[in-house]
């Protein structure tokens, strides 16, 4: 299972960007689907997730301006982030709980390569 992450960029402080992140292989099924950042010297944190079924969550430092979406036929989860601030810049990394043709009771965890969110102050 591969996940392609696209849409990381500049903007400045107030600026809205959007992801959007696709899995593709032997997908069986896909449960949860999400995003996390990982700031420098910072450890990896939940941004947003949304299940198959539509119930997303946030995190609160995102809550009110980001949003978080999935399109279940395409296999994609996007994210639209709104009023951006200079502590939302990171490498956002797309994550997704799969499971696999080759182990369709097990759901693995697989992450994007992260893209790089830049917002100036």
Excluded at 19 to 28: D, H, T, V, W, Y
Excluded at 70 to 78: G, P, S
Aim: hydrophobic share 35%.
């Amino acid at each position: 299972v591969q996940l392609v992450e696209s849409g990381g960029g500049f903007v400045p402080a107030g600026g809205s960007l959007g992801l959007s992140c696709k899995a593709s292989g032997e997908i069986f099924n896909i449960n949860t689907m999400g995003w996390y950042r990982q700031a420098p010297g910072k450890v990896r944190e939940l941004v947003a997730e949304i299940n198959s079924g539509g119930d997303a969550k946030y995190s609160d430092s995102v809550k009110g301006r980001f949003t978080i979406s999935r399109d279940n036929a395409k296999n994609t989860v996007y994210l639209q982030m709104n009023s951006l601030k200079p502590e939302d810049g990171a490498v956002y990394y797309c994550h997704a709980l799969v499971a696999t043709m080759i182990s369709v009771v097990y759901e693995n965890d697989f992450w994007g390569q992260g893209t790089q969110v830049t917002v100036s102050s």
